[in-house]
C-alpha cells in the first residue's frame, strides 16, 4: 500500500502523461480543482469549465487509464533513486518557477543544488571548431574562481565542452536532457554523465520511457534557458538550436551574452547575429561575464590561504606603500597611485607590474588598480 507522499505523487506523474495537456493547461487543472488528484475525481461538468481543457481532453482525462502508467514511472524513479521534483516542491528551481512554460514535473539525479546562488547556461553548435572548443575552457577557467553552477545539453560539441571543462575546473554541472533518464545520448558521452551525478546532475521532463527526438530539443532547451541567470551562447550557425534558447532566454529577461567569430565562419554567424540585432552583449572571456552580471565585485578572487596572507609580510617597503594606499582606496587610477605614494612613473608602472605577476593586484579598465 503506497504511503500518502507515494500516493500523491502517483497523480502527479499521471497529471503529466494525459495527451494534449501542457504545462499551463495542467497548472490551469490544479488551480480549478485543488490537487493532481482530485483532477482524476472531478466531474467532467467540472473540467469542461477549466479555460482551454474542452470536450476532448475532458473526457480523456475522466476515462483515461494513465494511472497505470504512472505506476511504472513510480517504479524506476525508485529503483534509479531519481528525485521526482514538482513545481510546488522546494527543490524545484526556483528561476523556472518564473517561466510561464516551465515543467509540472521535473525528474533529477545529481547532488547539485538547482537552486545555486549563481547558475550560467552554455550552448552552441554541435559541430564546434578548434576556436570554439578552446573559448569554451578558456571562460570557464575564468568562471571557476567563483561557485557557479554550469548548465548544457550534453549534445555534442560546445555542450559536452563545457560540462567537461566545468569537471576539470571542480565546477558543479547539471544536463538538461531531450529524453528520458533511462538512457544517455548520445552514448559516447555516458563517461561524462555519470562523472556529473557526482559533480552535479542529470535533469529532464520526459518519462523513462521517451526517447531522444529532435521534437523535444525545443522543449530542452527552455528548461536550459529559464534555470539560469544568464546564457552565454559560444559558435552557432544562424538557425542553429543555441540561437533559439537565446531568444528563449531573452523572452525570460535572462542576460544573453555570445562569443564573436569570423564574418566568413559558419558557425559563428549566429552568434556575430545575435551580438548585431541585441539580442546578445558581445564577450570576448570569463571576466567579462562577471563584469556584465556584477559578480566580480571582489574580482572573482578565491579566499587567501593562511599562507598567502603571510606572504604580505614579505613585501618590499616600495610594495607595501602601494599596498597600503590600495587597501586605503579600494581602487585607484595610476596618477592618484603615484601621487599617494610619492614615486615616479617609471619606478611605479614596474612595481605594479611585478605585483600583477605575483596576484597581489589586477588592472582594471581606465589604468586603475586593485587589490586581488
Not at 482551454?52 to 513510480?74: C, K, M, P, W
Request: proline share 3%; aromatic share 6%.
Amino acid at each position: 500500500m503506497p504511503n500518502k507522499t507515494q500516493h500523491e505523487l502517483l497523480y502527479r506523474v499521471a497529471l503529466t502523461l494525459i495527451p494534449n495537456i501542457g504545462p499551463a493547461l495542467a497548472k490551469n487543472l490544479l488551480a480549478y480543482c485543488g490537487s493532481a488528484e482530485t483532477v482524476f475525481k472531478a466531474p467532467k461538468a467540472k473540467l469542461l469549465k477549466v479555460p482551454g481543457i474542452g470536450e476532448d481532453r475532458a473526457q480523456f482525462i475522466t476515462q483515461s487509464d494513465v494511472l497505470h502508467e504512472a505506476e511504472n514511472e513510480l517504479k524506476f524513479i525508485e529503483k534509479y533513486a531519481i528525485a521526482p521534483l514538482f513545481f510546488t516542491d522546494e527543490k524545484y528551481p526556483s528561476r523556472l518557477k518564473e517561466c510561464a512554460d516551465s515543467p509540472l514535473l521535473l525528474y533529477y539525479k545529481g547532488k547539485a543544488d538547482l537552486n545555486a546562488e549563481k547558475t550560467l547556461g552554455i550552448v552552441g553548435t554541435r559541430r564546434a571548431t578548434d576556436y570554439g572548443r578552446d573559448m569554451v575552457k578558456k571562460i570557464t577557467s575564468a568562471l571557476a574562481t567563483q561557485d557557479i553552477l554550469i548548465v548544457s545539453g550534453l549534445a555534442y560539441g560546445i555542450d559536452i565542452a563545457a560540462h567537461q571543462a566545468a569537471l576539470e575546473h571542480q565546477l558543479k554541472t547539471v544536463a538538461v536532457l531531450g529524453h528520458g533518464l533511462n538512457t544517455i545520448y548520445p552514448q559516447q558521452h555516458k563517461a561524462t554523465a555519470q562523472k556529473m551525478i557526482e559533480q552535479g546532475g542529470l535533469l529532464s521532463e520526459f518519462r523513462s520511457t521517451e526517447k531522444m527526438s529532435p521534437h523535444n530539443f525545443p522543449n530542452r532547451n527552455r528548461i536550459v534557458a529559464g534555470l539560469c541567470d544568464a546564457l552565454i551562447v559560444i559558435e552557432s550557425a544562424e538557425d542553429g538550436g543555441a540561437v533559439l534558447t537565446a531568444n528563449i532566454a531573452n523572452t525570460y529577461n535572462r542576460d544573453v551574452f555570445a562569443v564573436p567569430g569570423k564574418t566568413t565562419d559558419k558557425w559563428s554567424k549566429g552568434c556575430n547575429r545575435l551580438i548585431k540585432t541585441n539580442r546578445a552583449q558581445l564577450i570576448e572571456s570569463g571576466e567579462d561575464v562577471l563584469t556584465a552580471l556584477n559578480w566580480n565585485i571582489e574580482l572573482g578572487v578565491v579566499k587567501k590561504s593562511k599562507q598567502q596572507r603571510e606572504l604580505l609580510l614579505n613585501l618590499s617597503e616600495e610594495e607595501r606603500k602601494i599596498y597600503n594606499a590600495l587597501n586605503e582606496g579600494n581602487d585607484m587610477e595610476i596618477d592618484a597611485l603615484a601621487e599617494k605614494t610619492a614615486m615616479s612613473g617609471g619606478m611605479l608602472a614596474a612595481l605594479l607590474l611585478e605585483m600583477e605577476m605575483k596576484d597581489w593586484i589586477v588592472t582594471l579598465p581606465g589604468k586603475r588598480y586593485k587589490l586581488f
